[in-house]
């Protein structure tokens, strides 16, 4: 049960981290961010319409006034007047939307100083030069700068601020700028006018800025962009100038308000792309805001302190990953039929979340990229369910395949085919057991085939294992690994007869080893540059876990262990003590009834063991090739 726990847990991670990392990458695209964009100004379509700003007026230059004045761009001189008539209302700070940089005739720019002067709460427009756009600023006459602080004005109109918008990649305007990106630094039409509505001035921070009162975040650290949340299709009450010049509006109602002055003719040509234009159903209803009026929605959002919050990456990835899993996890636990419905429900849930978070709280959660690894964890998820099912479904053949092709390779086919006709008892995935390890290497393996050509010294260790596999297999050895020059073999598993028994067959296979290896050496002694051989072999009987190591795809039987580790440290140990085959004492204890002639090493200290260890050892001379022998071999096979 908690196996199958872990795996299910295992898989959920895997496909929900896959569809995360593909959904990751698909947000990096052109595309994505088009796509992301059309959600934010979806969350603002369906919110509830924020009503005009209260605190701002725009006295728009529209078409009913330009069919009046007949002329375009409008003479400078009713603009002049209509800023004389604002004036009189007592507004508390008038923005004249129009850029004030070029000369007109003498009679319009006098008209047009002479109301900047006598308002003394005029901020005009400039442009900031940045991205390939070229820095316009208004004439000295209108606006006398202040050395001491760029964007202020001596005489004229008390300032100046940059009335640029950035525009996302669908040609849309959804944030405005704090201050501009060039070396100046100045700041944008909307926070001077804030500021000077306000009377207090905005506090930059590295993540949000402070003003009236208000935590301003960041839609861009680095650009110091706000996103603007008071978008409606009227953000502001608008007046037509042709009222104003006609005497046809009371200016009282302009008394300590922010009154915008801009021109929404068709002949002006100032109409933006902006959220709201996604309100209307068709072209001829669409709605696109004027660039004084996009100003006043930037303006309100200031003063209102309603900047949206876009969710921080961390933590918009973090839902991410755990809604898909919960989807994946629902998919791989549950019928098709209830899982599915469940993540359908799961994906409108986000989205109501999102609308609840933009509406009420200004925190624009981007669920685009949560709806997507939503979405692509399906197709995930049941690619996978089909994979395993096809699995499950060739088990049983693949099963001896897999145990034939892991034994077969290390033992003789005799052995692997009762390990088929036992496979009940081989635990593939893991299972303690006690059996002797035996460890041999060739001594001074790189000193015997230096200088020597790399083929031939393939070919002769070739020979020698090929050699060592028949003595292994003879004795009902399971050779486990090749380790360049070495060998390892297992006696007890995967299959053993009884510990005693499988100790002794690892002793007798050692002895073995050295007397074919004697009898190679005899073979070869006149081939020039076959090398003699000598090797060493290390012994030890103890508890180890043996099972399958590796991939679906490629597997290993191997063995893991204190035990694995102590028969490789005591082959080692044959050169230290100048001996062929070193036991420990638990191999000893075995062994000590059918073999004669063992020499006692006595207590020894092991790299990698704490307490010392009794060893005991065999030196394979001339006599003891012919004089050691097994008591009882018979009984021992």
């Known amino acids: 049960m908690l196996g199958s726990r872990l ?11 896959l569809s995360l990392v593909l959904i990751t990458i698909t947000s990096r695209t052109l595309v994505f961010n088009d796509i992301s964009h059309w959600t934010y100004d979806f969350l603002v379509n369906h919110q509830r319409n924020p009503a005009p700003d209260p605190n701002i007026v725009i006295v728009d230059f529209d078409d009913e006034t330009f069919s009046v004045l007949k002329q375009f761009p409008i003479p400078r001189s009713a603009v002049a007047q209509v800023i004389n008539k604002v004036s009189a209302g007592n507004p508390r700070v008038i923005g004249l939307d129009f ?6 005739s003498s009679t319009e720019d006098d008209a047009m100083r002479s109301a900047l002067s006598a308002a003394g709460n005029v901020i005009i427009a400039s442009q900031s030069g940045s991205g390939g756009v070229p820095a316009v600023e208004p004439l000295a006459q209108f606006c006398s700068p202040d ?12 300032g100046f601020g ?26 944008s039409f909307p926070l001077l006018i804030a500021q000077s509505f306000a009377n207090t001035t905005l506090t930059a921070g590295i993540t949000s800025a402070a003003f009236n009162g208000h935590a301003i975040p960041y839609a861009e650290t680095e650009l110091h962009s706000i996103l603007i949340a008071s978008w409606s299709p009227a953000p502001a009450r608008r007046i037509s100038a042709l009222k104003l010049l006609n005497g046809n509006f009371d200016v009282r109602a302009l008394r300590d308000k922010v009154v915008l002055i801009g021109q929404g003719s068709d002949a002006a040509h100032d109409r933006e792309f902006t959220p709201v234009f996604r309100f209307g159903t068709s072209d001829d209803v669409r709605i696109r805001l004027t660039g004084t009026e996009v100003h006043a929605a930037a303006i309100s959002t200031l003063l209102n302190g309603t900047a949206v919050r876009p969710l921080p990456e961390p933590v918009l990835w973090t839902i991410s990953f755990l809604l898909t899993a919960v989807v994946v996890w629902l998919l791989l636990t549950r019928e098709p039929k209830y899982s599915l419905l469940l993540t359908v429900i799961i994906a409108v849930l986000c989205y109501a979340a999102a609308q609840l978070l933009f509406s009420g709280m200004h925190i624009w959660f981007q669920f685009l990229a949560t709806e997507l690894c939503i979405t692509l964890a399906v197709p995930l998820t049941l690619t996978y369910q089909f994979v ?3 699995f499950l479904k060739s088990e049983a053949l693949e099963q001896r395949e897999q145990v034939m092709g892991l034994f077969s390779r290390y033992v003789a086919p005799d052995v692997a085919k009762e390990i088929w006709n036992r496979r009940n008892e081989v635990l593939l995935a893991g299972e303690e057991r006690i059996a002797t390890v035996l460890f041999s290497d060739i001594r001074s393996f790189t000193a015997l085939t230096a200088g020597k050509p790399s083929q031939a010294v393939l070919a002769w260790l070739n020979d020698y294992l090929s050699a060592m596999d028949e003595v292994i297999s003879a004795e009902g050895g399971f ?11 297992l006696f007890g598993v995967p299959l053993g007869q009884s510990v005693e028994a499988d100790a002794v067959r690892a002793l007798r296979c050692a002895i073995n080893m050295h007397r074919r290896t ?14 003699a051989i000598k090797i060493g072999v290390g012994l030890h009987t103890g508890p180890l876990t043996c099972g399958s190591v590796g991939s679906r795809n490629r597997l290993e039987y191997s063995v893991i262990g204190e035990t694995v580790n102590l028969a490789s440290r005591l082959e080692s140990l044959t050169k230290d003590f100048k001996t062929d085959i070193v036991l420990s004492s638990s191999t000893w204890m075995y062994v000590k009834g059918s073999f004669e002639r ?19 050892g065999l030196k394979m001379s001339e006599k003891a090739f012919e004089d050691l022998s097994p008591v009882s071999v018979a009984n021992q096979r």
Not at 99 to 104: C, G, M, P, T, V
Not at 162 to 187: C, E, K, M, Y
Not at 479 to 489: A, E, P
Not at 598 to 607: E, N, Y
């Open 7 to 17: 795996k299910t847990f295992v898989v959920v991670f895997l496909i929900t981290a």
């Open 99 to 104: 850029l004030l940089s070029e000369l007109r």
């Open 147 to 158: 050395p001491s602080s760029y964007g202020s004005c001596t005489q004229g109109a008390v």
């Open 162 to 187: 940059f009335v640029n918008f950035p525009i996302d990649s669908d040609g849309f305007i959804r944030r405005f700028l704090l201050f501009s990106a060039d070396s100046h630094s100045s700041q």
């Open 388 to 390: 395993q099912e096809r």
């Open 479 to 489: 050779l486990n690994k090749f380790i360049g020059d070495g060998l390892m073999v």
């Open 518 to 531: 004697r009898e190679l050496n005899e073979a070869h002694a006149q081939e020039h540059g076959y090398a």
């Open 598 to 616: 063992f020499d006692d090493l006595g207590p020894a200290r092991v790299r990698g063991f704490d307490e010392a260890i009794h060893l005991y």
